[in-house]
Nanobody, 123 residues
């Protein structure tokens, strides 16, 4: 079964950190660019970050630049999103997907999505 599976979400206090993981099963990630998206209740989906298959290109939304770091470990078939200095406005469901990644952002491609992991930033 071809799928992406996110993990690592949870409840964290403002200023805290979380690391999200996006693991692939049924296919290998090394040929795909991967993006992270988030959607908060009542808001549109937002592209957060992406990384190209060869790691030469990364993108960060202005809202997370300097706080979030995307990385990948192709040997583990996993992409990570390290989130530091979390803010209440980072609260959302976070999803990973296969994308086309450029310095301008991520465009969904090939149609592989995970089921999402919830991040709540609250004191």
């Amino acid at each position: 079964q071809v799928q992406l599976v996110e993990s690592g979400g949870g409840l964290v206090q403002p200023g805290g950190s979380l690391r999200l993981s996006c693991a692939a099963s049924g296919f290998t990630l090394d040929s795909y660019a991967i993006g992270w998206f988030r959607q908060a209740p009542g808001k549109e989906r937002e592209g957060v970050s992406c990384i190209s298959s060869n790691e030469r290109t990364t993108y960060y939304a202005d809202s997370v630049k300097g706080r979030f770091t995307i990385s990948r470990d192709n040997a583990k078939n996993t992409v990570y999103l390290q989130m530091n200095s979390l803010r209440p406005e980072d609260t959302a469901d976070y999803y990973c997907a296969t994308v086309r990644c450029t310095v301008l952002g991520a465009m969904v491609e090939f149609g592989y999505w995970g089921q999402g992991t919830q991040v709540t930033v609250s004191s």
